[in-house]
């Protein structure tokens, strides 16, 4: 077995270098998986501008946690998988036991962190035990390692139109049509909203909203989304408004466009120590439910894949670019100035 491989390195803020590293050794349960195709993410990109103190614990780090590829070695113990095998894993699992795993909220384990993979920008990844146990799926011949790759973020993403509670016939509004927000937009139609309002401040993100099914597109440069939604909604607001930017300004419209009674799903995370605002009176007396919606289940990775797998998401308009690996930096730029949406990375 070769003991180097090719990798993206992380060393600093603004700092991610192509160079060769060590073959991850595997111990009892793991995986090593050869990387077929990875997938830039959004908090990739926000890693790579200002840091992450979870996800990035020291330096040099192995960095990504989008992919799909084919298992190269299986540790002891492991019965589900063979090398050999096709998969996706995710980037985290449960523990199973905790006070959280035990009350059907695995997404809020106090084990999540100690699972956490970084390492998919590389020719090979090691895939710790919980993730095998819980999150690692295999996938059939016809579906591709770009495709397949999505099933992380969409977990995500149906776990968020699971608390969202989308009925027949309901407006929809999604602030925020990066890659999470298109998907948003594709599973709320499938639940059934009949009008899907979408709003976002780059020109191609709302052009892919569009083909994603939004029927409405807003400019928040051009006019204001909250009295837009609202006059799209005889002045009540949506029935369901979904954030995916993660800044107070957006949490706050959010609230104001969701009609009373209506529920406002909190699901893109700000920096850490700001707050946002919302008027008591309305949320009292307009029985207003705001919700966070954080991470995902092990039965939504099932659920991702199945969708991924029988078409139901429109994979081409999520990713628009294909780089080889050491073009990492390029990739990641991209992103950050919104000019591509997710960009598959090959070793
Ligand atoms: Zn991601
Ligand atoms: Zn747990």
Known sequence: MFRKMKAAMYYDIGDVRYEETDIPEIGPGELLVKVGTAL??????????????????????????EYAGTIEEVGEGVKDFESGMRVVATNSAPCGDCFFCKRDMPNLCASLKDSLVNGAFAEYIRVPAPVVRWNTHQIPESLAFRDAALTEPLACVVHGIEESNIKLGDTVAVIGAGPIGQMLIMLAKKHGASTVIAADLAELRRDIAKKAGADIIIDPSKENPVERVKQETSGFGADVVIEAVGIPQTWEQAVEMTRDAGTTVLFGGAASGTKFEVDTVRFHYGQLTIKGVFHLKPRHVDQALKLIIAGDVNTELLISHEMKLERIREALELMNEGQSMKVAITP
């Open 40 to 65: 830039t993410c959004g908090t990739d990109v926000k890693t790579y501008k200002r840091g992450h103190p979870i996800l990035i614990k020291h330096t040099p780090a192995l960095f990504g946690h």
